[in-house]
T-cell receptor, first 112, second 115 residues
Framework: KNQVEQSPQSLIILEGKNCTLQ??????????LRWYKQDTGRGPVSLTI?????NTKSNGRYTATLDADTKQSSLHITASQLSDSASYIC???????????FGKGTHLIIQP | DSGVTQTPKHLITATGQRVTLRCSPR?????VYWYQQSLDQGLQFLIQ???????AKGNILERFSAQQFPDLHSELNLSSLELGDSALYFC??????????????FGPGTRLLVL
């Protein structure tokens, strides 16, 4: 069964600090991996999309990494801001017709 | 604003009832995706339509059905509602069929409460 596991479940850090969120997946075959940011009560917004041949991709202060061999990804947030408070969801697309598999997300809180 | 619209924003109904959620994709997008998000399950992919045809199916219950119309708007029909169907229902759209590297744009969601 395709699964995406994210850790930690929740995280609290001080404004200005860096943090790293983890994503492990068992989706096979693998097509691509996405990170989304979801503010409370709103729809997710795409941050990055990576294929198996890409091992890093940046979007401003967000940098995602992918290790297709170990089936792990991480999202690093640099110099966090209060507006980074949100849930970060890892999503893996397999090669089959069953669409996307979502992780349950990491709930990140940035404290001033 | 993603350009994806969903109506209604909120819906309160009783168990056993049937409701219809509506989604209009971004202009030019041919794919529409439906997702369910509950507190304990996270986002669950339900179904995808591409240019009027069903493209991919996820964890959609038999009590649920969807369709995409010629003008590309989509409706998600939920019937014989149960308390556990209470959730946020998101619609997303993308330009193509979604197999290649495409960004999905999510709507604001419909919050369904079944009493």
């Amino acid at each position: 069964k395709n699964q995406v596991e994210q850790s930690p479940q929740s995280l609290i850090i001080l404004e200005g600090k860096n943090c790293t969120l983890q994503c492990n997946y068992t989706v096979s075959p693998f097509s691509n991996l996405r990170w989304y940011k979801q503010d409370t009560g709103r729809g997710p917004v795409s941050l990055t999309i990576m294929t198996f041949s890409e091992n890093t991709k940046s979007n401003g202060r967000y940098t995602a990494t992918l290790d297709a061999d170990t089936k792990q990804s991480s999202l690093h947030i640099t110099a966090s801001q209060l507006s980074d408070s949100a849930s970060y969801i890892c999503v893996v697309r397999g090669g089959g017709a069953d669409g996307l598999t979502f992780g349950k997300g990491t709930h990140l809180i940035i404290q001033p | 604003d993603s350009g994806v619209t969903q109506t209604p924003k909120h819906l309160i109904t009783a168990t056993g009832q049937r409701v219809t959620l509506r989604c209009s994709p971004r202009s030019g997008d041919l794919s529409v995706y439906w997702y369910q998000q509950s507190l304990d399950q996270g986002l669950q992919f339900l179904i995808q339509y591409y240019n009027g045809e069903e493209r991919a199916k996820g964890n959609i219950l038999e009590r649920f059905s969807a369709q995409q119309f010629p003008d590309l708007h989509s409706e998600l029909n939920l019937s014989s509602l149960e308390l556990g169907d209470s959730a946020l229902y998101f619609c997303a759209s993308s330009v193509g069929a979604g197999i290649v590297l495409e960004t999905q744009y999510f709507g604001p969601g419909t919050r369904l409460l079944v009493l």
